[in-house]
């Protein structure tokens, strides 16, 4: 669907190396939008510490608390050319994995794919829209692992 290469960026205000870097979260975004039927103009993906996200949730959200991806989405909100950005909270990530019993890396891909599918218009507010959009990320988890 996309007749443009996809803008993406990612960048790492934290001092950590990451275990994937920009082209990844390229083959991410694409496999969603193929899977979506939609497309992406302007991605950024930005990892940051627990003070940042924080600061993120408080003043745009008015959440007092620190998690794991804030998404913003940019564009009219059509399925075509989508824009936004990505702030994913690093500490908080590896927190999880370790909840989880997974890889740092598999939990970021899982968190990065999850705030595309916000961008796409999936939502988690309720049980049933959680349920969905986790079988989402282990969908295309599990295609990006082919």
């Given at each position: 669907?996309?007749?443009?290469?996809?803008?993406?960026?990612?960048?790492?205000?934290?001092?950590?190396?990451?275990?994937?870097?920009?082209?990844?979260?390229?083959?991410?975004?694409?496999?969603?939008?193929?899977?979506?039927?939609?497309?992406?103009?302007?991605?950024?993906?930005?990892?940051?510490?627990?003070?940042?996200?924080?600061?993120?949730?408080?003043?745009?959200?008015?959440?007092?608390?620190?998690?794991?991806?804030?998404?913003?989405?940019?564009d009219?909100?059509?399925?075509?050319?989508?824009e936004?950005?990505?702030?994913?909270?690093?500490?908080?990530?590896?927190?999880?994995?370790?909840?989880?019993?997974?890889?740092?890396?598999?939990?970021?891909?899982?968190?990065?794919?999850?705030?595309?599918?916000?961008?796409?218009?999936y939502?988690?507010?309720?049980?049933?829209?959680?349920?969905?959009?986790?079988?989402?990320?282990?969908?295309?988890?599990?295609?990006?692992?082919?």
């Amino acid at each position: 669907m996309a007749d443009h290469p996809i803008s993406i960026q990612l960048f790492n205000e934290t001092s950590s190396s990451l275990p994937l870097d920009q082209n990844t979260f390229q083959k991410l975004a694409e496999g969603l939008a193929a899977g979506e039927n939609c497309s992406f103009r302007m991605l950024e993906a930005v990892i940051v510490g627990e003070e940042r996200i924080l600061k993120i949730n408080q003043t745009y959200l008015e959440h007092d608390y620190v998690t794991d991806i804030i998404t913003f989405r940019y564009d009219e909100g059509s399925k075509n050319n989508i824009e936004g950005t990505l702030y994913c909270c690093w500490p908080r990530i590896q927190e999880q994995a370790d909840e989880y019993g997974e890889t740092a890396e598999k939990e970021l891909k899982r968190v990065l794919l999850h705030g595309l599918l916000h961008l796409v218009g999936y939502k988690d507010d309720t049980d049933e829209h959680q349920s969905e959009i986790r079988a989402k990320e282990n969908q295309y988890l599990k295609e990006l692992e082919r």
